[in-house]
Structure formats: structure tokens, C-alpha cells
């Protein structure tokens, strides 16, 4: 079936869905760097802020997606970094879930400003 109209169709789509992996996977050392240099480098404490949901959800999506795209493409590297990530996850999610009932048991550190 290499020369089916719908194999060279979505053949195009499958090479940019790697290309976008591929820079995704990329992006992961950076943010690692970053939030070391923010906190080891700069000794920002490390605090429960609802922004740390904004990386759960993209880690788990990139996981389900690596593990399908290689899975897809037969490319066994991928597919193991991918089933790496959807073990990788779940802790990330449980340890954002605990620090958020951290902080909701503490309670409100002031009251809101007049503005908001």
C-alpha cells in the first residue's frame, strides 16, 4: 500500500508530527534548565501556584503522544520514551495535587487587594 493516494496523503502529516516531537522533546531540557536556574541557581523557593497545572497536563500529553507517534511510525525509541513519560506523569500530577492541599489547608495569607 505504499503508493495508495491516502498512505502519500497523510505521509506529509506524519513527517511534521515527528518534526513537532522532535522540538517539543527538545524544549524539555530547557525548561529543566530553567527552572534549575531559577531554583538552585537563584534560590527562589519552589511554591504550590495553580501554573504548575500548565506543566501536568503538556507532560501527559506528550507521553501519549510519543508512546502513539512511535507505536505509528515503528519507532521503538520514541514509543519508550513515551511509556517513560506516562510513568513520569502520574507523580508529577500527584505531587502538584498534594502541594495544592497544602496550600488549601493553610488557607488564604491575607486578604485579596481592593482591586481585584
Known sequence: MTDA???ETVRGAAAASVVFWAFGTWLIPALVAAEWWRHVTHRIPLRYDTDLWSIVFPL???GVASHDLGRAERFPLMRLIGDGAMWVTPAVWGLTFAAM???LARGPRGTPSAGV
Open 101 to 103: 492541599l497544602v496550600h
Open 60 to 62: 501527559g500529553m506528550y
Open 5 to 7: 493516494p491516502a498512505i
